[in-house]
């Protein structure tokens, strides 16, 4: 009876903590704070009030950040883990993801208890759920986003370079490609032209994208732009010749990635086939495996395999990963 409710328990804080983390502000209460913000702007005295408000609102983020900076003094190198959340472009805090991956792994531990395994296996199999999903999902974002904005960078490089050709300077041509181009090129030229307006340089403002992005087709416009500006000569030659550079760089990665895909084929194959061959076992006869769940030398032996599996996988991919 104890072991249930112990189970129960723990079913309910990874609900909990899943729902706090996935839970977004509340749009009636965000829609109503803008409304009195504008009428306190507009009212007599409205800049005392507009500044009390501001000062409670600092006020009150620095206590929704507690919870964040509990888990920053827990998870190791956070400025990292930051920064990889900022990559993805979701509003995504440190706080959200470590209540997600604190809850998937609960969720995860007890469903197996329940399911009769043992606590070392289900500890075990919620620590790798609880840090591994989440890492692999936030990975898959980054690159899925990086990609988007690989394939749209050249035509906005494009876009640049007519507007250069027809009399405009470089500050308008990246206010312009902010307002065309959609997507993430639209959301970081946006972000890039919002700094400038507040008396950041363009140097500046391009370099923190850069070093947000961390893509090698950025930074390349970045150093093409420092040359330019300490050098001089034709821009928009510069960046006519960039964004070609761009594109078959982009054509050789699609090259590589056609030529290594049997490679990547074979390892998903090798990776995955006792995991299949395991689970057909399974289906068949489940007496014959109930006792890998239950003798603790099958427990040790498999966890072991799996580990030498995933230096195997590991291995491979580096072997058919190739850097341009």
Known sequence: ??????????????LLLGGKAMSGPNPRKSLKRRVELIKERHAEGGMLAANAQAQIRKLMAARASRVEGIFSTLIPKPALLRRRLDQTGKDISLGKYAMASLG?????????????????????????????????????????????FNSNFPDAIELMVRGLR???????????????????????????????????????????????????????????????????????????????????????????????????????????LPFIVFGLVTMVNPGYMGGFFEDQRLIVAGLGGLCWMSIGVFIMAKMVSFEI
């Open 104 to 148: 998937l792994g609960l969720f995860v531990a007890a469903l197996l208890m329940i399911k009769g395994a043992p606590f070392f296996l289900a500890f075990f199999v919620g620590l790798f759920a609880g840090v591994g999903v989440p890492h692999f999902v936030i990975g898959f974002l980054i690159k899925r986003r990086i990609n988007k």
């Open 166 to 272: 027809s009399g405009l300077p470089i500050t308008e041509t990246l206010g312009i490609v902010a307002g065309e181009i959609s997507g993430p090129v639209g959301v970081e030229f946006r972000a890039v032209a919002d700094k400038m307006k507040i008396g950041r340089t363009m140097e500046a403002s391009l370099q923190e994208t850069s070093d947000r992005l961390g893509t090698a087709e950025f930074q390349f416009f970045v150093i093409t732009l420092a040359i330019q500006r300490e050098t001089g000569g034709n821009l928009a030659e510069t960046l006519s010749n960039l964004a070609d550079v761009l594109r078959k760089r982009g054509q050789m990665k699609l090259k590589i990635r056609a030529m290594s895909s049997e490679s990547k084929a074979s390892a998903y194959i090798v990776g995955s």
């Open 1 to 14: 009876m104890i072991y249930i409710i112990i189970v129960a328990i723990g079913v309910l804080g990874a």
